[in-house]
């Protein structure tokens, strides 16, 4: 089972809200990702890291901004959150040599009213 | 980015029948991933691959890796109703960021 988490699960929250998702794992991988998914539809990578310091933005565009300041911590923030924004949000990591797992967290749902 | 066609894009099956599935790119992938999403959670990894041609196994699931490093396959034997939701397969080039196919939603009948 891979040690990977999100908080929050849900939220909930009025447009031009500031808001920022966690994600923490603890197996020490150098690699991570956040990906934004619709119901049901395939995965869009909008952000990855890999190593502190490090970040990169993804191949879909996205007005989210995310830090990697310690290995094992990866936090995505909308500075002003909007209804277009309403989806769920999966962070994912994986180790930089050798085999190339990438394991995710459970998701954060956000809707945003 | 890269486009990965996942096929088929839903499945309606009979349980205790076999499924198959398959993932197709126009580029050579190194390593192949196949997943499991159930509904509001994040994807579980099933099966990974390393090598063209390795043949994989977890449980009643096999997966390949395609011979051209193109293509990857999983079956899932003797269906049961848990094995019920959407299956995506990824593909990562050397050291890079993985893509993932559009996912097989795949509903069993009890």
């Known amino acids: 089972e891979a040690d990977i988490y999100q908080t929050p699960r849900y939220l909930v929250i009025g447009t031009g809200k500031k808001i920022t998702l966690e994600c923490s794992q603890t197996?020490?991988?150098?690699?991570m990702y956040w990906y934004q998914q619709d119901p049901g539809m395939e995965l869009h990578l909008i952000h990855y890291s890999y190593g502190v310091n490090s970040t990169e933005k993804g191949d879909l565009s996205s007005e989210s901004t995310v830090s990697r300041i310690r290995t094992e911590h990866f936090p995505l923030t909308l500075e002003s959150a909007r209804p277009s924004h309403t989806s769920q949000y999966l962070c994912?990591?994986?180790?930089?040599?050798?085999?190339?797992?990438?394991?995710f967290g459970p998701g954060t749902r956000l809707t945003v009213t | 980015g890269q486009q990965l066609n996942q096929s088929p894009q839903s499945m309606f099956i009979q349980e205790g029948e076999d499924v198959s599935m398959n993932c197709t790119s126009s580029?050579?992938?190194?390593?192949w991933l196949w997943y499991k999403q159930d509904p509001g959670e994040g994807p579980v990894l099933l099966i990974a691959l390393y090598k063209a041609g390795e043949l994989t196994s977890n449980g009643r699931l096999t997966a390949q890796f395609g011979i051209t490093r193109k293509d990857s396959f999983l079956n899932i034997s003797a269906s049961i109703p848990s094995d019920v939701g959407i299956y995506f397969c990824a593909g990562q080039l050397a050291g890079n960021q993985f893509y993932f196919g559009t996912g097989t939603s795949l509903t069993v009948i009890p």
């Open positions: 580029s050579i992938f190194n390593t």
């Open positions: 197996m020490g991988h150098d690699k």
């Open positions: 994912a990591s994986s180790a930089r040599g050798g085999r190339y797992e990438q394991y």
